[in-house]
């Protein structure tokens, strides 16, 4: 790297460091303290919130108080065998005396399972026939033998928990063997789809009824975020200025979209100029650009009504439910509220002071300048502005 050369201060592909972590202070605490007291809980919040995030900061602060910590991502598992080696990999990453332990462990067992070198996918390769079930229950009780061989807890992270339920009697076969570490660990769900967790945890009918105390993650505080940006801003010999109070508004406390227009809008700001409305205006019209192929995704994957819907929520300047609305985005009235209760269940949509608004204010964006037409103006539809 070049010296003196300025690297920019918002990252926004993937998890950021926790060090980095905009705020939740408060939510970090508690989380501690749930997992330090043995109460496991869940965390719900929509894709690009910051839970993993949020995550990593609680399990760091819970290693340095002599936990071992893991986090296993489950985003998108679709069989058994999957599940372990996610497991397993999520092990490997452990360092020092409890990953000697771990080794340990896994070689008494001599059941395909090792920290490095080929792991469970090269038992696979050699035998696809074994048994990953079998290994799957074996592997989840690695936290009961560590405690019981010399006195350490562990915090478990299941991150993107509500994808298990690709696998069919997976959420069944984790439940009967982590219902019984009630000492020896501590389990963290977390996942984006309220109403796949509610699956999981509320319904009487799925087997992990009562095992988590409920979280949910809220957009960050305005004035956090803007302390943030303002600050980050100023250590790199930049002004934030009158953009500040745009970008606010627009990304209107979403973690990732706050780190990302403030990105392209410290990328647009000279060393020791200040941003205004013209800097802030290109930095959001970057980031349509680069957005707009995951606009696209977005909106394929919604099915006809949650598209209306959508649509509505967008861009109808009449109530929701009403005539008008349902009219200007050609949906049955009737229709509305399962297809807005689908979105709510999959974080699309979230409620900001008691009323229905899209997650995403990207998304609520390319929604507003796409597909109207010039008699948009008419029957409850609005045509947005910009800036």
């Known amino acids: 790297m070049a010296a003196g050369r300025d690297l920019n201060p918002f990252h926004f592909s993937g998890p950021l460091p926790p060090e980095q972590m905009i705020d939740r202070d408060q939510e970090a605490d508690d989380l501690l303290a749930l997992a330090l007291g043995g109460h496991s809980f869940r965390l719900v919040g929509p894709r690009r919130y910051g839970k993993t995030t949020l995550l990593l900061r609680v399990l760091e602060a819970a290693e340095r108080e002599g936990m071992a910590t893991v986090l296993v991502d489950l985003q998108d598992v679709l069989s058994m065998a999957e599940i372990v080696v996610r497991i397993e990999r999520a092990y490997d990453r452990l360092r020092g005396q409890i990953r000697r332990r771990i080794e340990s462990l896994l070689r008494a067992w001599n059941i395909g399972l090792s920290l490095g070198g080929g792991g469970f996918t090269a038992t696979l390769q050699r035998n696809p026939q074994v048994d990953a079930e079998s290994v799957l229950l074996r592997l989840l009780e690695l936290p009961a033998a560590l405690f019981e061989r010399d006195g350490t ?160 929520l967008a861009v109808a300047a009449t109530p929701l439910y009403s005539h008008d609305t349902a009219a200007a985005v050609g949906i049955r009235r009737t229709s509305i509220g399962k297809a807005l209760e689908s979105l709510t269940g999959k974080a699309d949509v979230i409620a900001v002071e008691g009323k229905p608004r899209l997650t995403d204010p990207m998304f609520e964006l390319w929604l507003q300048t796409r597909g109207l037409t010039p008699a948009s103006g008419e029957g409850g539809i609005r045509t947005p502005e910009r800036g």
């Open 153 to 312: 807890a562990s915090l478990i992270v299941f991150d993107e928990i509500q994808d298990v339920l690709a696998v069919p009697g997976a959420d069944g076969k984790i439940r009967r063997v982590i219902q019984h570490q009630a000492q020896a660990a501590t389990y963290a769900f977390a996942g984006s789809a309220p109403g796949v967790m509610e699956q999981l945890f509320a319904d009487p009918r799925r087997p992990l009824l009562d095992q988590a105390v409920p979280r949910n993650l809220a957009p960050l505080p305005i004035p956090d975020a803007a302390d943030y940006v303002a600050g980050r801003f100023s250590r790199t010999g930049r002004d934030v200025g009158s953009a500040l109070t745009p970008l606010l508004e627009f990304s209107r406390g979403h973690p990732m979209r706050s780190m990302m227009l403030a990105h392209y809008l410290w990328e647009r700001t000279a060393r020791g100029v200040a941003a205004d409305e013209g800097t802030w205006l290109a930095a959001l019209d970057q980031a349509i650009d680069d957005s707009a192929q995951l606009m696209q995704a977005i909106w394929r994957a919604l099915s006809t009504n949650e598209r209306r819907v959508a649509r509505a």
